[in-house]
């Protein structure tokens, strides 16, 4: 059984139980970091004060995961995790009054409960997010011109025709290589939203 099949793995969530799996604390934060600096952004963050949202909500995961249990009554770990950079965000916006316009204050009480759009929007990022850190897992393994055929098509929107001529290939080989790419890519994500159990 190869060693990146899901039997073989333990959930993402489940591993960061223990706090000495650096590579599932790297991989939590390379998936979820970008996420928390969009919410803290789009709340009128400068970058900087969103950088210190980001580490407090990382650090309030690690010192909370231990109670953090799968329950659907509950809702989802993603759930959980936006409420957890909605209240610091806000709690940060608070703390640095002096520093914000009259105008981002007031907006702290227009800042969405999980239930509302934010956190379907949250879930998006974190779906692109998800996109984004498996396509740069899975290039290495296919040839750079079926890449390109796939990227150029699928991501930039390029016409099939277009990228075949720009790639020197027949329209068939663009197909087949973007198929491969995307299912490749489609295999990856769903074994990963498999083993977080976050579908």
């Known amino acids: 059984m190869p060693p990146d099949s899901p039997e073989t793995r333990l959930s993402l969530i489940g591993r960061l139980h223990d ?86 204050l007031d907006a702290i009480d227009e800042i969405p409960n999980p239930t509302d759009e934010e956190s379907r929007e949250f879930r998006l990022e974190y779906e692109r997010q998800l996109f984004k850190s498996t396509a740069a897992e899975v290039r290495s393994s296919f040839q750079e011109g079926n890449w390109q055929a796939f990227w150029l098509t699928s991501v930039e929107g390029h016409s099939i025709d277009q990228v075949a001529e720009q790639l020197g290939i027949t329209k068939g080989k663009v197909y087949v290589a973007r198929s491969r790419v995307m299912n490749r890519i489609a295999k990856v994500i769903q074994q990963k939203l498999q083993e977080t159990s976050e579908t």
């Open 19 to 104: 706090k000495s799996d650096e590579d599932a604390w790297t991989e939590f934060a390379q998936t979820y970091e970008p996420l928390i600096l969009a919410v803290a952004r789009k709340r009128g963050l400068q970058h900087a004060d969103a950088v210190e949202v980001a580490q407090d909500v990382l650090n309030r995961v690690a010192r909370s995961i231990d109670k953090w249990e799968p329950d659907t009554s509950k809702g989802t770990f993603r759930a959980w995790l936006y409420r957890v950079t909605r209240n610091l965000t806000i709690d940060h916006l608070r703390r640095n009054r002096r520093w914000h316009t009259a105008k981002e």
